[in-house]
C-alpha cells in the first residue's frame, strides 16, 4: 500500500519509541538511554537500548535493531502499512495514499474490523447477560471454563434469532455480508462463506434483506497478531434431552479482505509474551485444544484456523520463537500433518518437536481429564527427525533383512536433511537400535543419502526423502519434440478418436474403455470432493470428468466462488446426472446440488482420498496407452525423431507416471504426487519452457 513517505516520516517523528516499547518491557532511564530486557530473545542481563530521541533501538544481546515501525512489525508480526496504520492512529496523524484506491481500500478494511469489533462485543455480551444464553453458560461450565476464561478468550454466543446481529449493528447488508457476519439479499445472495452451512444452520435459505451468518452458536473470536476480531467460528450448541442439532459442528467464516486463514493462528496474541519467555510455542489444531491448553497452565498455546499449518504460518511462529512443539491429534490425520512440516524446519530456523497423545485423545481431553500428563506430552516431545523416522520404522517389516533395509535407507533419508556435525550418536542411537544396526553402520547411510542429495540439484530444492513436491513429467528438450495442444483423452466423446489414432491392441481398448466407464460413474463422488471443504478442488482437473455436464459442473466450482448461490432451493438428485433435459443449464445445477448435499458430508481428507485415487485411476489409463504404443499426452513427436529416441522418451515418461501412481497410494506423498498430475493435466507441460520446475509445480 503506497503510504506517503512524507506521512511516514510524521509518524515515526510523532512517535514517542520509549513509551512504545515501554508497554512490553519495563525500562530504566540510564544517561540519555533506556535500558531493560530484549523482547526478542531470553536473557538475565538487560542488553536492550532504546535511544528516544533519535527514535531508535538496539539489542547487543541478539542484534535486534530499528525504529518504531520495525518494533511495530516484529512484535505484532503486522507488515509496513499496518505498523504504520496503527502507529498513525495512535497520533491522531491523517495517512494520505499514492493512489485513491488505496486509500478507499484502507477505509473499507477498517469498516469491516469496526464491524467484527462491534460483533463481537455483542455475542460476548449475549453470553454473559441473556437469559437465552443460559444452555450456552451451562455447557461451558460443563468443559470447566469459568466467568475468567470467557472473558479472557471473549467467548460469545450468537442467538437464534433471524437478524439479531443485522439488527444491532445497523450497517448495510453488503457491508456485514463482505465481513462473513450476514447473508445479503433475497435469499442469501452475497453470502459471506462457501461451508457447508451456506444456507443457515438448519439448511434453509434465508431471506429477506440481511440474516444472520452465525445463529444458536457458541462463538469464539479469531484475532489477529494485535488482538483484533477478524472471523469467527461458531460451535454447534448441544442441549441436554434434545436431539443434535442440524448443521456442521463448526461453522467458519470463509476468506474475507481481512481474513486469510493460511495467515492467522488463533490465540497468537495472547500466546505471544508467553512465548517468548517460554522460548518455545505450543500448536494445536483447535480452539478448546488452545484454551484447554491455558488452563494447563500452557499459556503459549495457538492453532490453525480449520487448515494444515502453512509456511505463512512457519515463518509468523518464528518471529515469535524458535522451538516449535506440535501438539496435533493423535489420529492419522494429525500425525500426517505434523510430518509434512518438516519442509520448513531449516527454512525459518525452526526446532520443532512434536508431542505424543493417547490415541483417541486430543490436548483439549486431556487438559480436562489430566492437566499434569498434558503438560509432560509437551515437556517431553520428540524432536521431528525422531517422531519421522519413528513412524517409518512403525509401519516397516523389521522382521526381515530386505525389511530393516528399506527402512534403514528411509531412516537415512530423513536423517540427511540434518549436516553431519550437528547430528551426534545421541540422535541416531534409538533408531539403529529399533532397525536393529550399528550406530556408525546407519550414520554411513546417512551421508551417503546426503551425498546424494547434494549431488542431485532436484534433491537440494526440496526436502531430502520428502513428498510434499513431486519432480516434473520429462524433458528432453526444444531439439526433441514439438510441444502442441493436441487434446485429451478422458472425454467420452473424444474416446473413439482417441484409439483410432493410437495403435492399442483390443485388449488394451477394452481395458480402456471400461476405465473411462468407471471414471463416468465416479463423476458425482468426485464432485462431491470438489465442493467439500479443504483444498481438493485445487488438485484437480477437467480431464477427470469423462460426461461434459460433469465437467461444466466442475468448472463452476472451480472458478466460481459463489456457485452455490445458483443452487439454493434445488433439491439433490440420488442419481448422476446426465443431458436429459431440454435445458443443459438446469441439470448442471441440479448436479451441482447433488455435489453440494454430498460435499457437507465429506472432511477434507476424505475428499482428498478420493481425488488421489481418480488420479491414479487416469494415470494408470495413461499407462496402459502408452505401454501399448501410444504417444505421451500432450506431446507430438517430429518426424526426424528416431524410433530409439520415441522409445527411450516414452520410458521416461512410464518411469514418471509409475513412480506417481505408487505415491498416489501414500498418504505422506500424495499431495505432491497429486500436484504434479494435476499441473500436467491442466496442460502445465505444453512446452518445454513452460513446464512447472520441482518448486514451482502449482496447487
Same mark, same amino acid.
Given at each position: 500500500m503506497g503510504i506517503r513517505d512524507e506521512d511516514v516520516r510524521r509518524v515515526r517523528e510523532a512517535t514517542d519509541l520509549a513509551s512504545l516499547i515501554g508497554r512490553r518491557v519495563s525500562l530504566?532511564?540510564?544517561?540519555?538511554?533506556?535500558?531493560?530486557?530484549?523482547?526478542?530473545?531470553?536473557?538475565?542481563?538487560?542488553?536492550?537500548?532504546?535511544?528516544?530521541?533519535?527514535?531508535?533501538?538496539?539489542? =547487543?544481546?541478539?542484534?535486534?535493531?530499528?525504529?518504531?515501525?520495525?518494533?511495530?512489525?516484529?512484535?505484532?508480526?503486522?507488515?509496513?502499512?499496518?505498523?504504520?496504520?496503527?502507529?498513525?492512529?495512535?497520533?491522531?496523524?491523517?495517512?494520505?495514499?499514492?493512489?485513491?484506491?488505496?486509500?478507499?481500500?484502507?477505509?473499507?478494511?477498517?469498516?469491516?474490523?469496526?464491524?467484527?469489533?462491534?460483533a463481537a462485543d455483542f455475542y460476548h455480551d449475549r453470553l454473559l447477560r441473556s437469559s437465552d444464553a443460559g444452555p450456552a453458560r451451562a455447557y461451558l461450565r460443563r468443559r470447566g471454563y469459568g466467568r475468567d476464561t470467557v472473558v479472557k478468550w471473549r467467548l460469545g454466543y450468537a442467538p437464534p434469532l433471524r437478524d439479531a446481529l443485522c439488527v444491532h449493528l445497523g450497517a448495510a447488508p453488503e457491508r456485514l455480508a463482505a465481513a462473513g457476519l450476514a447473508y445479503a439479499g433475497p435469499r442469501g445472495a452475497a453470502t459471506p462463506s462457501g461451508d457447508a452451512g451456506a444456507h443457515g444452520d438448519d439448511g434453509a435459505a434465508p431471506s429477506g434483506p440481511a440474516s444472520d451468518f452465525f445463529r444458536d452458536r457458541i462463538m469464539f473470536p479469531i484475532c489477529d497478531s494485535s488482538g483484533r476480531p477478524v472471523s469467527f467460528a461458531g460451535r454447534l450448541l448441544p442441549r441436554d434431552g434434545e436431539p443434535v442439532p442440524k448443521g456442521p459442528k463448526y461453522k467458519n467464516t470463509a476468506g474475507t479482505p481481512v481474513y486469510d486463514k493460511s495467515r492467522v493462528l488463533y490465540g497468537l496474541h495472547l500466546a505471544k509474551q508467553a512465548a517468548r519467555a517460554a522460548d518455545r510455542i505450543v500448536v494445536c489444531e483447535g480452539h478448546t485444544d488452545v484454551i484447554g491448553c491455558n488452563l494447563a497452565g500452557l499459556t503459549e498455546a495457538?492453532?490453525?484456523?480449520?487448515?494444515?499449518?502453512?509456511?505463512?504460518?512457519?515463518?509468523?511462529?518464528?518471529?515469535?520463537?524458535?522451538?516449535?512443539?506440535?501438539?496435533?491429534?493423535?489420529?492419522?490425520?494429525?500425525?500426517?500433518?505434523?510430518?509434512?512440516?518438516?519442509?520448513?524446519?531449516?527454512?525459518?530456523?525452526?526446532?520443532? =518437536?512434536?508431542?505424543?497423545?493417547?490415541?483417541?485423545?486430543?490436548?483439549?481431553?486431556?487438559?480436562?481429564?489430566?492437566?499434569?500428563?498434558?503438560?509432560?506430552?509437551?515437556?517431553?516431545?520428540?524432536?521431528?527427525?525422531?517422531?519421522?523416522?519413528?513412524?517409518?520404522?512403525?509401519?516397516?517389516?523389521? #522382521?526381515?533383512?530386505?525389511?530393516?533395509?528399506?527402512?534403514?535407507?528411509?531412516?537415512?533419508?530423513?536423517?540427511?536433511?540434518?549436516?553431519?556435525?550437528?547430528?551426534?550418536?545421541?540422535?541416531?542411537?534409538?533408531?539403529?537400535?529399533?532397525?536393529?544396526?550399528?550406530?556408525?553402520?546407519?550414520?554411513?547411510?546417512?551421508?551417503?543419502?546426503?551425498?546424494?542429495?547434494?549431488?542431485?540439484?532436484?534433491?537440494?530444492?526440496?526436502?531430502?526423502?520428502?513428498?510434499?513436491?513431486?519432480?516434473?513429467?520429462?524433458?528432453?528438450?526444444?531439439?526433441? =519434440?514439438?510441444?502442441?495442444?493436441?487434446?485429451?483423452?478422458?472425454?467420452?466423446?473424444?474416446?473413439?478418436?482417441?484409439?483410432?489414432?493410437?495403435?492399442?491392441?483390443?485388449?488394451?481398448?477394452?481395458?480402456?474403455?471400461?476405465?473411462?466407464?468407471?471414471?463416468?460413474?465416479?463423476?458425482?463422488?468426485?464432485?462431491?470432493?470438489?465442493?467439500?471443504?479443504?483444498?481438493?478442488?485445487?488438485?484437480?482437473?477437467?480431464?477427470?470428468?469423462?460426461?461434459?455436464?460433469?465437467r461444466e459442473a466442475f468448472s463452476r466450482i472451480a472458478s466460481d466462488p459463489r456457485w452455490r448461490e445458483d443452487v439454493h432451493g434445488v433439491s439433490p438428485e440420488s442419481e448422476l446426472v446426465s443431458v436429459k433435459s431440454d435445458s443443459p443449464s438446469?441439470?448442471?445445477?441440479?448436479?451441482?446440488?447433488?455435489? #453440494?448435499?454430498g460435499g457437507k458430508k465429506l472432511s477434507a481428507e476424505e475428499a482428498l482420498a478420493r481425488v488421489a485415487m481418480s488420479l491414479r485411476h487416469y494415470v494408470q489409463d495413461t499407462i496402459l496407452r502408452i505401454s501399448d504404443g501410444a504417444d505421451v499426452p500432450f506431446a507430438r513427436m517430429v518426424d526426424e525423431v528416431s524410433p530409439a529416441e520415441r522409445l527411450r522418451f516414452r520410458q521416461e515418461w512410464l518411469r514418471w507416471l509409475i513412480d506417481r501412481e505408487a505415491e498416489l497410494l501414500d498418504p505422506n506423498a500424495r499431495i505432491g504426487a497429486a500436484q504434479a498430475v494435476a499441473s500436467w493435466l491442466r496442460g502445465s507441460a505444453a512446452s518445454p519452457e513452460d513446464r512447472p520446475a520441482q518448486s514451482e509445480t502449482p496447487v
Open positions: 530504566r532511564k540510564v544517561g540519555a538511554r533506556h535500558v531493560g530486557l530484549c523482547p526478542f530473545h531470553n536473557e538475565r542481563t538487560p542488553s536492550f537500548s532504546v535511544n528516544r530521541a533519535e527514535g531508535f533501538y538496539h539489542c =547487543f544481546g541478539c542484534g535486534a535493531s530499528g525504529d518504531a515501525i520495525t518494533f511495530m512489525r516484529e512484535t505484532e508480526h503486522c507488515d509496513f502499512s499496518e505498523a504504520v496504520e496503527q502507529l498513525a492512529a495512535a497520533a491522531g496523524i491523517t495517512l494520505n495514499y499514492d493512489q485513491p484506491s488505496e486509500r478507499l481500500g484502507q477505509q473499507r478494511r477498517k469498516e469491516l474490523l469496526d464491524l467484527l469489533a462491534a495457538v492453532a490453525t484456523c480449520g487448515t494444515a499449518l502453512t509456511q505463512q504460518h512457519a515463518e509468523l511462529l518464528s518471529r515469535t520463537a524458535k522451538r516449535i512443539v506440535l501438539a496435533f491429534d493423535a489420529d492419522a490425520a494429525g500425525q500426517n500433518a505434523a510430518e509434512r512440516v518438516h519442509q520448513w524446519e531449516r527454512q525459518y530456523g525452526l526446532d520443532v =518437536f512434536v508431542a505424543a497423545f493417547p490415541t483417541g485423545t486430543d490436548p483439549g481431553d486431556l487438559a480436562a481429564s489430566d492437566p499434569p500428563a498434558l503438560r509432560r506430552a509437551i515437556d517431553e516431545a520428540q524432536p521431528l527427525h525422531a517422531f519421522r523416522a519413528e513412524r517409518i520404522l512403525a509401519r516397516a517389516d523389521l #522382521a526381515s533383512p530386505g525389511g530393516r533395509d528399506r527402512a534403514a535407507d528411509e531412516a537415512a533419508e530423513v536423517l540427511a536433511v540434518y549436516p553431519a556435525d550437528v547430528l551426534i550418536d545421541a540422535d541416531l542411537a534409538p533408531i539403529a537400535e529399533r532397525i536393529p544396526m550399528g550406530v556408525e553402520e546407519l550414520r554411513l547411510r546417512v551421508d551417503a543419502a546426503r551425498g546424494r542429495a547434494q549431488s542431485d540439484p532436484k534433491a537440494r530444492s526440496s526436502p531430502v526423502g520428502g513428498h510434499d513436491e513431486a519432480p516434473p513429467p520429462p524433458d528432453p528438450g526444444d531439439d526433441y =519434440f514439438d510441444y502442441e495442444s493436441v487434446g485429451t483423452f478422458s472425454p467420452i466423446e473424444d474416446l473413439d478418436a482417441g484409439l483410432a489414432a493410437a495403435p492399442l491392441g483390443r485388449r488394451v481398448r477394452v481395458q480402456i474403455e471400461q476405465a473411462a466407464r468407471n471414471r463416468a460413474a465416479a463423476g458425482r463422488s468426485l464432485l462431491e470432493a470438489a465442493a467439500a471443504e479443504g483444498d481438493a478442488v485445487r488438485l484437480m482437473a477437467s480431464e477427470l470428468f469423462v460426461a461434459s455436464i460433469a438446469e441439470d448442471v445445477r441440479l448436479l451441482l446440488a447433488t455435489a #453440494a448435499a
